[in-house]
């Protein structure tokens, strides 16, 4: 078995945090475990719980059609999220069940060494970009050691206003530029040991 495999059993039996209680299914996140690109969203919402994958109701639509897009599916990419149990009402999540649940996020991110981190939305986009705002920042990659962090509105957000859905579409179309960027880096360093080296 391995280690991302025993990994996702370890989220499976989790009650560290209180949205254990209300959960159908943990969603710990899926694709290839070596995956170049990794795309950590929010939390699951309604559809995500019952079925135990991320992604599948409407804004899981959309991202398959932005990755289309460019010309992948997501069986090319790994997508996840910050929070791997399904708040209820799909409120948002707090900070200590953020907490909770960081070192599997951690260790995902370990253990599949993705090239480029694409974080969907503000909360996935605090862990590399703190004190600022989604509006301010999305479109514009970030260099950190021999990664790239690349931050975008979450898709649920053109979901719910239109005006972003052309935003999220061109921020989507740079992928292909940055992931050639992040190919040519050497090996990904650990965030906390690697300096900031430069916005570009
Ligand atoms: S959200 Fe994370 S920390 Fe909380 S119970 Fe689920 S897997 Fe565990």
């Given at each position: ?35 170049e690109i990794m ?74 060494q993705p090239k480029l981190i694409v974080t ?8 590399y970009f ?9 479109g514009q990659p970030k260099r950190i050691g021999g990664r790239i962090y690349y931050p975008m ?21 740079k992928i292909p530029q940055i992931l050639k960027e992040a190919e040519g880096l050497g090996?990904a360093e650990?965030l906390?040991?690697a300096?900031q080296l430069s916005l570009f």
């Open positions: 078995m391995s280690e991302l495999t025993e990994l996702y059993k370890e989220i499976a039996a989790c009650q560290r945090c209180e949205l254990a209680k209300g959960r159908t299914h943990t969603v710990p996140g899926e694709g290839p475990e070596n995956a795309f950590i969203g929010e939390a699951p919402g309604f559809h995500e719980d019952r079925q135990g994958r991320p992604f599948v109701g409407a804004a899981g639509k959309f991202l398959d059609e932005l990755l289309a897009s460019i010309g992948l599916t997501r069986e090319d990419v790994y997508i996840g999220n910050v929070i791997k149990c399904r708040p209820p009402g799909n409120r948002d999540p707090l900070a200590d069940e953020m907490a909770a649940c960081k070192p599997f996020l951690d260790k995902q991110i370990e253990l599949i969907l939305g503000r909360f996935s986009m605090a862990r703190p004190n600022t705002k989604i509006t301010r920042i999305h509105f979450h898709p649920a957000a053109a979901l719910h206003q239109p005006k972003w859905r052309s935003v999220v579409q061109e921020d989507m179309l090996e650990p906390e040991q300096a």
